[in-house]
């Protein structure tokens, strides 16, 4: 019903820039708070930054100062623009969303999630 999908990873030298892209498509009718997570083999998968549909934003401390989040609601995408990346930012970087859409009574809300994009880091 509803697809999320990544774009912009790739591989970048510590100290480099990215700007990661996460559009949604389908039958949406609101998309509620969206977010970046990325994990590592072994690890679990960890929030990294998110942002309300009215714009409020929160980041995790290991980000803070380096990531920023943004959306476009009429676009239905969310950004995340990485600078001064460090080796150990090197992860699958998911994107999530709380979409609304139309159900058989009325509208539902869930989480959706993207298939991820890597992003390698280089020293």
């Known amino acids: 019903q509803v697809q999320l999908v990544e774009s912009g990873g790739g591989l970048v030298q510590a100290g480099g820039s990215l700007r990661l892209s996460c559009a949604a498509s389908?039958?949406?009718?609101?998309?509620?708070?969206m977010g970046w997570y990325r994990q590592t083999p072994g690890n679990q998968r960890e929030s990294v930054a998110a942002?309300?549909?009215?714009?409020?934003?929160n980041y995790a401390d290991s980000v803070k100062g380096r990531f920023t989040i943004s959306r476009d609601n009429v676009q239905n995408t969310v950004y995340l623009q990485i600078n001064n990346l460090k080796p150990e930012d090197t992860a699958v970087y998911y994107c999530?969303?709380?979409?609304?859409?139309?159900?058989?009574?009325?509208?539902?809300?869930?989480?959706?999630w993207g298939r991820g994009t890597l992003v390698t880091v280089s020293s």
């Open positions: 389908g039958r949406i009718i609101r998309i509620n708070t």
């Open positions: 999530n969303a709380a979409v609304t859409t139309a159900a058989l009574l009325g509208s539902a809300t869930r989480d959706y």
């Open positions: 942002i309300t549909s009215d714009g409020s934003t």
